[in-house]
Every structure is written in structure tokens, then in C-alpha cells.
DNA sequence: CGCTGAATGTAAACAGTGATTACAAATGAG
DNA sequence: CTCATTTGTAATCACTGTTTACATTCAGCG
């Protein structure tokens, strides 16, 4: 399911790309744990050693994986939060924040091991060497909109900070056995909810 | 540095007790990511395969190094906030909120391999197995206490979980190359206000 | 076409790992 | 003292990340 420049078979072909894949998929079916290097060429066809003319080590394949990790989160924002439209009305603006939280809450969920992963000694910048916006442009966009319909004041680097930890926290806490609080996708709202009730106006 | 309680030299000893205790050290000055069953054995004068009569697999000696770091927090946790005692004034309820917020952010800023161990795929209930106070109890006392000086509303799970995953989420992107919000130490305070803030009685 | 040099692959090896096994020594209860 | 249980050892297995020396393919150019 790839092929994006290869000419023609797998003996010669774009590797790097499809160990990328490879690896990207494994973290998709929590295969993470016992990837290696070697197991990635023995399946691709190709010896070992080869895996080494394109990344200096292990973790450098890694850090290619998590980056396309917020490359796939950011694709999550753009299907729930087109980035280059914007909120109507303040109504449209409270659902677009949600989305934005539900989007991170799901896909931490659902592709934990890419997520632990990007947030993980492995972590890169996130958007760093892309033209996307970030994770963090996002959340700010989404602030701005709130205040722009009076909903919250206008916010700094703390407040976006505060915002952005909360919806992490969620995100990583989610499943942890400590908590009661099992389906987490319905109390999302609620949260967002406190959230903007932090920020509102009129402390 | 080692030698917590071994009553004499090498041959035998508490090894097990010996073997945690080596790990946390390697987790305490960040040394985790290379500690080997052999490697800790070898530092103990002892072969590799000792431990396998102590602990099932490598993971079993993580995770009871997890179950010591949850007892290390709840260390900082009693320094901080005595568990005992209780906020005698609302002055006395913030504070101790907030230093409830400032023992855990710091907690995961000087011990971070230990606090990722703590809550990675090696993490265990917190408190599951101890008689002391889990971090949810001392959480849900503080927020008990500021309802009961009416500076939040009485909490529900939920916004338990809001604040908790406010807190953890702060401590989990401190560091992150994305923030600007460098000096984090002087942030907790304004970022505890504003879950307070969220909590307030009147929206 | 044939030469050449850079990419890209292979095979073999090194050191180190988690884990298991068969065996030996110390320990403590009877 | 005896003897089973505990605790350690030594050797071994399969596997890992990584490096090395060597082979192959390919593109550009005379």
C-alpha cells in the first residue's frame, strides 16, 4: 500500500519509505514493543545492514515515525477542525474547541503506542520540519476564535499552556487503573466545558 | 552507594531488595534507558541469571520500581501536604493546593525516567497495593477542602479528573520543545488558580 | 558502448541482551 | 545430623543494535 517513487521491485526500491511504513504500521497495531531493526529488513526482504545506509541508528527510524505521527494528528485536526475555516458564531466556536479536544482524546486512544511514542525521549518538535500548522497553532487558533466571540478572554502563553495540558492529561491519563471515569469520549464535553469556564470572562 | 541492608558481603544478601534498589538509583540520574538484568547483577557481583529467582522477567523488577517511585511521590506528597492534617483557613486550602500541584510537577521534573515509568506501559494502580494515601485521595482531600471553604464547588469524578488531568498533563509537557513557557516552576501557581477558577462556585 | 564513482545492498562478525536450564552450595527446620 | 528448600552459578539459546569489508546496481559522461 505504498510505492510512493519506487521504479520498480523490492530489491531496489525506495527502502527508508518503506521502513517508515513498516514501523508506522507496527505502532498502529501496538507492535511497537518488539520492533527491531532486524525484524523490519527480514520483513521487507533485505538484509540487516541495510537499514543503516538510511538512518544512523534505531532511533533515528524512530523519530521519522513520530514525526509522521503529528503529521496523522494533524491530519485527525483537519477533518474535525478545517484549519482555514472559522467559527460563525460563538456556538460554532465551543464546537470547534470540542472537536479540537475530541481529536486529540481519540487518537491518543486509538494509536497509543505512535502517541506515547511522539511524546515519548523520542518526541520531535511536533510540526518542526513541516509546513503544517502545530498541535500548538491549532489549540491557539481555536483560543483565538472563543475570544474573539467573548466566550473566554483573550490568551497568553499561560492560558494556551493550561489549555493544551488539560487536554494532554486527558489523553494520557485515559485507561490509567486509577480512574473511574471509563467512557471518556462522553465526558470529554464536560471538560472542555471547564476548560472554557477557566478562561471565561468575570473571574 | 548501594549496600541498603545486606547483613554481609556478597554471596548472599538481599539480593531483590538490592536488585530495586540499584534500578531506582539508575532511574533517579537517568540511567534507565541502558539498565540490563545482567548489567545491574554484574554491579551487584552477582550472575545475570540470580535475578530470575527474584523476579519472573525484566518487567516485574520495572514495575516494582514503579511501586517505589508511587511511594516516593506520596513521600513528597506528606512533606508537602501532610496528609493528616487540613487547611485551617481558605488562605491555608490554596496553599496547600498548590503545593499538592508543585510537589507533583517537580516530582516529574527531577525524577522524570522514574515518573514516565511510573505511568508507561510498566505502570501499576497507584497505591494498589500500599496502605498509603494513592494520589487520587490526596487530590480529591485538597479539593475537599477547598469546597469546604466555598473557593470550588463540591467535585464530582469529573472534575476530579479535570484537575488531576490538568496537573499531569502540565508535568508531562514541561521540557517540550514546543513551549515557550520555559521557567514552569512560577507558572503552577497561576495555572492552579485558574483550575480553581474553572471550579469556582458561579460560572 | 565502456568507464567510473556514488548509492545501495549483502554477509559476517562483535558485543551485549532477556531468558532458561542443569547443577551446586548455603540455610534452616525437624 | 539430615534433608528439602532457597538461592546462587555456569553454560547456553535465540535475538538484538551496530559495524565492517565486500559486492552489486545505477547514473552520468567520455
Redesign the pocket.
Known amino acids: 500500500m505504498v510505492q510512493t517513487t519506487p521504479r ?1 521491485a523490492h ?3 525506495n ?1 527508508k519509505e518503506a521502513l517508515v511504513d513498516y514501523t508506522l504500521n507496527a505502532a498502529n497495531d501496538g507492535l511497537l514493543v518488539d520492533l ?4 523490519a529488513a527480514r520483513e521487507l ?6 537499514a ?3 538512518f ?4 533515528a527510524l524512530l523519530r521519522s515515525v513520530a514525526e509522521r505521527g503529528f503529521d496523522a494528528l494533524a491530519a485527525d485536526f483537519e477533518r474535525a477542525v478545517p484549519f482555514d475555516s472559522c467559527a460563525i458564531d460563538a456556538a460554532d466556536a465551543r464546537k470547534r474547541f470540542a472537536a479540537l479536544a475530541m481529536a486529540y482524546v481519540s487518537f491518543a486512544n486509538s494509536r497509543t503506542e505512535l502517541w506515547r511514542l511522539m511524546f515519548g525521549p523520542f518526541g520531535v518538535a511536533p510540526g518542526a520540519a513541516s509546513d503544517r500548522p502545530s498541535t500548538y497553532d491549532w489549540l491557539g487558533k481555536c483560543l483565538a476564535e472563543l475570544a474573539q466571540h467573548h466566550i473566554i478572554e483573550p490568551t497568553g502563553a499561560d492560558e494556551q499552556f493550561f489549555a493544551w495540558s488539560t487536554i494532554h492529561g486527558m489523553s494520557d491519563l485515559q485507561g490509567s487503573p486509577a480512574l473511574r471515569v471509563q467512557p471518556i469520549a462522553e465526558s470529554v464535553d464536560r471538560q472542555c466545558a471547564l476548560i472554557l469556564s477557566a478562561l471565561a470572562p468575570r473571574g
Chains 1, 2 share one sequence.
Open positions: 520498480d530489491h531496489h526500491g527502502l527491531s531493526v532486524r525484524k526482504g533485505v538484509s540487516p545492514g541495510a543503516y545506509r538510511h544512523p541508528d534505531k532511533g
